[in-house]
């Protein structure tokens, strides 16, 4: 199918979009299978033990899935050149801009030794790298009906700042096979489909290779379990979707800004609500790790208790049901977003009523009052 850019070229989306998906899929599918058929050459460096207050597997575990994400994205840049001069320069710039956040993960799974503020400081590092090649700052902001304006500086301390959260609620919600993953695939489809209604092809293209790239680690990540993405893969992961929400609104102005807020509000709101109840409910330090993050009790109130078996075969089928309670609502999400993408009342309609739902659920698990709906089991 061919399709006509704003400056008269044409090419063919089909083979687009081949071109994005397909090569960082097999690529990352590649380099995941290696990390795993040669882990013992490497153990000591990269497994992730399975002691610890958010440790939910039962062998020690390869957690640098993030180089299959990585190469995977690398090899679609690499294909780019001399066909698509727009999206490859694009391409290039946010992937210059991600490698400060994916290197201060990265050596965190190897060396266990790089602080939380050091890695939020440098996917920090990446915002305002892509705020300055790629123009991805957030210079406005509307809530219900007011528009606030930023000066350019504060804006990229803003977006800096946003960028890094973000990140950082990606990493959060890594606790369970395929976990961020799929939350990951559903939320690029959504900003590509957007893209593409935008004629947006560059952020189209992001998106879609970092789909490709994701499911390639996915086949070994769920639900066996084989490999983690580790911190390198989820900061490299939360530094793409956070500069391509950023990139396609203020590329697009018909696409609110609410809309990746909600595409993103799952682990954006699971960071902020877990700072509030560690600081003022349990009188805690924001950072102190512990099991209490929603899809934990997911895992510990609604699934445990069927399968209690402590075989590791049985701990990793728990482990991997912890998605079905969270792909189908982020997928709604997704859906309702596109749909609404240029109705900013709605949008921040959804935002609430998400925010209320996941308040409500938290508390109700935590007094192990499980609605009776999410009681039955999930079939395999």
């Known amino acids: ?56 597997h039962v062998v020690p575990t390869a957690r640098i899935g993030g180089l299959g994400l990585a190469a995977g994205v690398v090899l679609v840049y690499g294909l780019l050149q001399g066909r698509y001069v727009e999206e490859s320069r694009f391409f290039g710039l946010l992937l210059l801009a991600s490698i400060p956040a ?61 960028v890094s959260g973000a990140t950082n609620a990606v990493n959060i919600i890594d606790g369970y096979n395929g976990l961020a993953s799929g939350v990951g695939i559903i939320v690029l489809t959504a900003l ?10 560059a952020v189209m293209f992001a998106a879609l290779a970092m789909v490709g790239a994701l499911v390639g680690f996915l086949v070994f990540n769920w639900p066996g379990g084989k490999i983690f993405l580790g911190d390198g893969g ?29 595409l993103m509000i799952y682990p954006v709101y699971e960071t902020l609500f877990s700072i509030f109840r560690r600081r003022y409910i349990r009188k805690q330090h924001p950072g102190h790790p512990d099991r209490s993050h929603l899809h934990q009790l997911v895992y510990s109130r609604l699934i445990r208790g069927h399968l209690g078996c402590k075989q590791p075969s049985s701990v ?3 482990n991997s049901r912890v998605v079905f309670y969270f792909w189908p609502s982020c997928a709604f999400l997704a859906v309702f977003g596109v749909i609404c993408v240029d109705k900013p009342l709605w949008l921040q309609f959804g935002v609430l009523v998400y925010c209320l739902a996941y308040t409500w659920l938290y508390f109700t698990l935590l007094a192990h009052r499980a609605p009776r709906f999410m009681r039955a089991r999930v079939v395999w």
């Open 102 to 162: 994916f290197m201060g993960g990265l050596v965190e799974d190897m060396t266990k030794r790089v602080s939380v503020m050091t890695r939020l400081v440098l996917s920090m590092v990446s915002a305002v790298l892509a705020s300055v090649m790629l123009g991805a700052t957030v210079l406005e902001f509307d809530i219900l009906g007011l528009t606030l304006h930023f000066h350019p500086f504060f804006a990229i301390m803003l977006t800096a700042f946003a």
């Open 192 to 201: 590509a489909i957007v893209a593409l209604a935008n004629q947006d092809f």
């Open 1 to 56: 199918m061919l399709v006509e850019k704003a400056a008269g070229e044409q090419f063919d989306l089909v083979q687009l979009l081949v071109v994005a998906v397909t090569p960082a899929f097999l690529i990352s599918a590649a380099i995941c299978f290696l990390i795993i058929k040669f882990e013992r050459f490497h153990s000591r460096f990269t497994h992730d033990t399975h002691d610890g207050p958010q440790k939910f």
């Open 316 to 318: 990793i089928r728990r």
């Open 234 to 262: 989820a900061y490299l992961l939360g530094v793409w979707i956070s500069e391509l929400c950023i990139l396609l609104v203020t590329r697009n102005p018909g696409v609110s800004i609410w809309f990746p807020l909600l």
